[in-house]
């Protein structure tokens, strides 16, 4: 058997970060990097297991016959905040709660981040403050890896059959776009992606992107009186248009938001992209209104433009189907008891491939992984809680 963290540490030298810009499947050539290795390890272990023509790797792994196969997911790419190249992990050995030197510039002081002063005594994996360290999700990789490392090593183990699969693109919203249900095979699974060990997430937001267009007037500005329309500025207007306490740095827990993520702007026109989000799919469709209200505004205000608004949803809040379906809920509590863990439920603010494969016909909650502080170089694993999280779903597939 393999070292768990071993496991870990080689899969974030790998370069998987997933590319918004791009229309093919997957992203960026370099997640089947991690796909491979990943589908390679998985024979190695005499698991059956493939790599399909979107980069999506299936396993399975047999079991107790009459039991209900049991599924497990994670991605292997990477965010696209900060650079998932040339990641250099650091080891933290007993850490003592003081201020963690990343490199010559960067720190993590536990007054700034006070979720450290939770993993006193506890090793650390943390960046060399140039990169992220990408434990979402090569943390959930390891973690399923290790179980399945665990389960062929002690055959004599019973367990559920289960069902394995690695995403790519989970970052940029496309994890679940070409699963194959019918193939994947479980009756209820479990995305295994950030969080605290002790967490079950069973709601997540409902989600939906608006792209905004205004075009405006370019006139030289020694005669632009009463002529020219300022497209650029007008995209500042359009922003203020919309409910200032519905930005995400003013919300929380189940509150939504309206998250400007990109604009550019030049005199003739601009362009705004917007996420928009709430668990709650009625107080949603509201806030998409409050977008077309804004885009009349403006053009009230400004004669001559033009404001569009195209707004798409993106996904759904995997509560409907979980309360219709709880069966993998009662199947994670049952396991957490056996361990003697108080899960706590806790609403996602983001979202989760897990949502779309509930309303694909395979219940999906989420669990964590033990990794904190994700998409930035600040990110960083605590050990104790990735280590706890292998045990976790082992109890999951795991005969009593």
Known sequence: MENALDRFL????????????????????KELDLSRLLLHELHELGIKAELD???????????????????????????????????????????DGGVIRLNDEFSMD?????RLKNHI??????????????????AGDAIIMAVLDYLVHHPHIKHHPIAILFTPDEEIGRGPEHFNREKFGAEWGYTIDWAEPNFIECENFNAAHADIHIQGASIHPGEAKDKMINAARLAGEFDALL??????????????FNHLTFVTGEVEKAELHYIIRNHDRHLLEKQKEEFHKAARVLEERH?????SVKIEDDYRNMKEVLDADPRALEHA?????????????NPIRGGTDG?????????????????YHHHGRYEFLSLRDFNQMIEIVKALVVLE
């Open 303 to 307: 004669p001559g433009a033009v404001v």
């Open 53 to 95: 023509e979107y980069g999506r790797v299936y396993g399975w792994l047999p079991g107790e016959k009459g039991l209900p196969t049991i599924g497990l997911n994670s991605h292997v790419d990477t965010a696209l905040e900060i650079s998932g190249a040339n990641v250099r992990p650091q080891i933290i050995e007993n850490y």
């Open 333 to 345: 509590e049952k396991a957490f008891r056996s361990l003697g863990i108080k899960p706590v439920y």
């Open 10 to 29: 080689r899969y974030v030298k790998i370069d998987t970060q997933s590319d918004d810009t791009s229309e093919a499947t997957p992203s960026a050539e």
């Open 121 to 138: 005594g506890d090793s650390l994996v943390v960046t060399s403050g140039d990169t992220l360290l990408g434990g979402d999700d090569k």
């Open 110 to 114: 536990p007054h700034r981040f006070p």
């Open 243 to 256: 409910p200032a306490k519905d930005r995400p740095e003013k919300t929380e827990m189940r509150e939504g």
């Open 355 to 371: 949502a779309t494969f509930s309303f694909l016909g395979c219940p999906c909650p989420n669990l964590g992984t033990g990794s």
